[in-house]
């Protein structure tokens, strides 16, 4: 996690309101301009413009600052991947979720083959620095390909019944696009998802979590972590 500070230069507004106005859009489905009336109800007038702005900019840097789960050597990896029209044009955004739903990394890719899937692996043993105990995908043959290129050694399940963490895992993202009508390009679906997915990662409670007072104190340590992530501690 980076240390270096969070810059508000020339920024008029608090880091306190900037980094709420960041959090409602990336933790909640709201809209940008239903963002705007949460703030103008708190006495805080600025445009849904300018929370776009600040999202575009702040997000990616308070995501980077987050905390990530520690991988290890039993975790299980369950990949898919969901077709999102931009445009007119179909892409395929595919996704890596662990065996608590912990979204371990997304990429838009063009294609829906081999190449696209030896690349998220390519990526994730990168990221993650070790092997996974087993993953599991559905019915695609281009995952099996894959595998044996990139982790010939690591067991493999292909159960479309069995890969429904993954498959689960989309549904709070097509929530978003609905709320967003859709995405503009394929480049700012990979922008929000990077943040979208950081910020759910740090709020939603672990499974293993299930009492109301278990799932108060996550969220109150997630939101002591997002403050300190953008140096918006008061």
Same mark, same amino acid.
Request: charged content about 25%.
């Given at each position: 996690?980076?240390?270096?500070?969070?810059?508000?230069?020339?920024? %008029? +507004?608090?880091?306190? $309101? $900037?980094a709420h106005a960041?959090?409602?859009h990336f933790r909640f489905p709201l809209s940008l301009r239903l963002v705007e009336e949460l703030l103008l109800e708190r006495g805080i007038a600025v445009s849904y413009e300018t929370i776009r702005?600040? *999202?575009? !900019? +702040? *997000? &990616?840097?308070?995501a980077r600052r987050l905390r990530r789960k520690t991988p290890g050597g039993n975790d299980v990896w369950h990949l898919d991947e969901v077709v999102i029209t931009i #445009? =007119? %044009? !179909? %892409?395929w955004l595919w996704r890596a979720v662990d065996q608590d739903g912990y979204v371990l990394d997304e990429i838009v890719q063009t294609r829906r083959n081999t190449k696209a899937a030896r690349r998220l692996l390519t990526r994730l043993l990168r990221k993650q620095g070790i092997a996974p105990k087993r993953m599991i995908t559905d019915k695609l043959r281009s995952y099996g390909a894959a595998r044996r290129q990139v982790m010939p050694h690591v067991e493999?399940?292909?159960?479309?019944? @069995?890969? /429904?963490? #993954?498959? /689960?895992?989309h549904v709070p993202l097509r929530k978003r696009e609905r709320m967003m009508q859709g995405f503009r390009s394929p =480049? *700012? @679906?990979?922008? +929000?998802?990077?943040?979208?997915? #950081?910020?759910? /990662?740090? +709020?939603?409670? &672990?499974r293993s979590q299930r009492s109301a007072f278990q /799932?108060?104190?996550?969220?109150?340590?997630?939101? #002591?972590?997002?403050n300190a992530a953008a140096g918006a501690m008061s």
């Open positions: 996690m980076s240390t270096s500070p969070v810059s508000y230069k020339r920024h %008029r +507004f608090p880091p306190q $309101i $900037i960041v959090w409602l702005r600040w *999202g575009k !900019k +702040f *997000g &990616p840097d308070y #445009a =007119g %044009r !179909k %892409r493999h399940r292909s159960h479309k019944g @069995l890969n /429904n963490r #993954a498959e /689960n895992s =480049g *700012g @679906l990979q922008r +929000f998802v990077s943040v979208f997915s #950081a910020v759910r /990662n740090l +709020f939603v409670p &672990p /799932n108060r104190v996550h969220r109150i340590q997630a939101i #002591a972590e997002w």
